[in-house]
């Protein structure tokens, strides 16, 4: 098992990684958590693989668990959603007191994490992440949220975890487009902070990814570390590849492009501005867009996706402070800055170049 301590101003937990870690997430949880009663979110494919084995493990140790399940996919992200997890935790009697486990990918953690942070003004979360994207990226770091129609995760709130139980295992019953979406975080990680990483990555599914995972959360834990409340703009930088890319997200319709496919073009997007403004070599953009290829991820808008559509959705985007875009760039593959001098015309410039790039 690795584990990894993550510490920021207000909170310190840890991230455990390791294969078959799931079905002890009672004895886990327990060193850390008096049991309680207690809420266990998922989704509807991920509780036919997993809910038994943890409802087991929990039950073992003397937690009370009701199970909630919400439909899977990115339109559970939803007000609505929140409203029925909290107020099926009321009726079941939960308090101040009782634990929420998050069971389940980004969507999962990002819906049930922001209704412990307001069940009762906050109640323990924590997070059981499944899919690739939520065990090297949104299972840590405490943000929270849903989507509104005008945008991504413009409604949310921090909320840490008490403790992040990532097991590789679970990857397996992940189908193909599910399991290489969540390869475009890790590609954002190396990137901006450890681009030998990506020397580590295979087009096959590798059997054992629990050093990768490990390595992709410290790199994620740097950038909080310091910056809890994305207050510096150190923590932005995590941000790469998301000003487009959740446009083109939302553009596109919820569900309609994974969010892992639609940061792989926010991504390519983001180099060709990189370029453009801070001197980026064409080939360092070519050998990206080589290697998100090979992991089966998209480098070619569709041309449904309107580009004036992409830019609608972007103004209203957190990233827009008064009016004006704030792009995370690179100079150099590896690293990364905040910059304020791209606009909207550079931004429209970037997308259609992504109608361009020729697939090889
Ligand atoms: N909070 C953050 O810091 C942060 C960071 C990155 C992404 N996100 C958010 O995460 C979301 C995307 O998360 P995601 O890519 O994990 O998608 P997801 O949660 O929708 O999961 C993808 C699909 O895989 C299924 N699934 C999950 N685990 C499975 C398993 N082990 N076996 C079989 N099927 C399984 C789900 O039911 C779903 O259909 C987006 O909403 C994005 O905004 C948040
Ligand atoms: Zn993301």
């Known amino acids: 098992m690795l584990k990894i301590p993550i510490s920021c101003s207000h909170a310190s937990y840890d991230v455990l990684v390791g294969g078959g870690l799931l079905t002890h997430s009672g004895d886990l949880v327990a060193k850390i958590l008096a049991p309680s009663r207690c809420a266990v979110v998922t989704d509807s494919n991920v509780a036919r693989h997993y809910l038994q084995p943890v409802l087991a493990s929990l039950k073992n140790v003397g937690f009370k668990p009701i199970t909630l399940v919400v439909p899977s996919g990115e339109r559970s992200k939803s007000f609505r959603q929140v409203y029925n997890l909290c107020h099926s935790m009321v009726v079941a009697g939960l308090d101040r007191k009782s634990v929420l486990f998050s069971l389940g990918g980004g969507v999962i953690g990002d819906l049930s994490g922001f209704a412990a942070a307001i069940f009762q003004r906050g109640i323990p979360l924590v997070q059981l992440p499944t899919t690739v994207t939520a065990q090297v990226d949104s299972s840590v770091g405490g943000k929270t949220g849903v989507n509104v129609a005008a945008g ?46 990506l020397k580590t990555l295979s087009p096959e599914r590798p059997k054992d990814l629990s050093a990768l995972i490990a390595r992709n959360i410290t790199v994620k834990s740097a950038l909080i570390a310091s910056d809890e409340g994305d207050k510096s703009g150190l923590r932005a930088l995590l941000n790469f590849g998301h000003t487009i890319g959740h446009g083109i997200e939302t553009a596109a319709g919820y569900g309609s492009l994974f969010h892992g496919e639609a940061i792989s073009l926010g991504i390519i997007a983001a180099l060709w501005l990189s370029k453009r403004f801070s001197g980026l070599l064409q080939s360092d953009l070519e050998y990206i867009a080589r290697i998100l290829q090979r992991l089966s991820l998209p480098i070619v808008l569709p041309d449904r996706i309107l580009t004036d559509s992409v830019l609608t959705t972007m103004r209203k985007d957190k990233k827009f402070e008064q009016g004006k875009p704030r792009f995370v760039l690179t100079h150099r593959l590896g690293s990364a800055y905040l910059s304020d001098e791209v606009d909207l015309q550079d931004a429209r410039s970037a997308i259609e170049f992504l109608r361009k790039l020729q697939p090889n």
């Open 152 to 197: 991504k995760n413009l409604i949310g709130a921090f909320h840490q975890p008490q403790l992040v139980i990532a097991d590789p295992l679970t990857l397996n019953t992940l189908p193909n487009r599910e399991y290489w979406e969540g390869f475009a975080e890790i590609v954002k990680h190396a990137i901006i902070q450890d681009m030998a990483m």
